[in-house]
Nanobody, 112 residues
Framework: QVQLVESGGGLVQAGGSLRLSCAASGIVFSVTPMGWYRQAPGKQRELVAVISSGGTYYTDSAKGRFTISRDNAKNTVYLQMNSLSPEDTAVYYC???????WGQGTQVTVSS
């Protein structure tokens, strides 16, 4: 059974930083492309960043501020978020791109 468990969300002031973690089990993590998505209130879920054997990809909103990384020994993918703004407020989810599995999400709230 695949499980993805996100952590690291919270309340932060604008300009601050957070590091999200997603611990995976039930998959061969080292070969699984992983993504971070987010969903703000009243909006559709949107892609933030992807990491795979081919490298990393960021949407325009994340480029230059967020960094996705992984530790295959810990079966964990991370999202380092810097220079946060209120527009980054959302529930952040990790996702297995080749199996369509989702975590429960972690809330990120950025105050102005």
């Amino acid at each position: 059974q695949v499980q993805l468990v996100e952590s690291g969300g919270g309340l932060v002031q604008a300009g601050g930083s957070l590091r999200l973690s997603c611990a995976a089990s039930g998959i061969v993590f080292s070969v699984t492309p992983m993504g971070w998505y987010r969903q703000a209130p009243g909006k559709q879920r949107e892609l933030v960043a992807v990491i795979s054997s081919g490298g990393t990809y960021y949407t325009d909103s994340a480029k230059g501020r967020f960094t996705i990384s992984r530790d295959n020994a810990k079966n964990t993918v991370y999202l380092q978020m810097n220079s946060l703004s209120p527009e980054d407020t959302a529930v952040y989810y990790c996702h297995t791109l080749n199996g369509n599995h989702w975590g429960q999400g972690t809330q990120v709230t950025v105050s102005s």
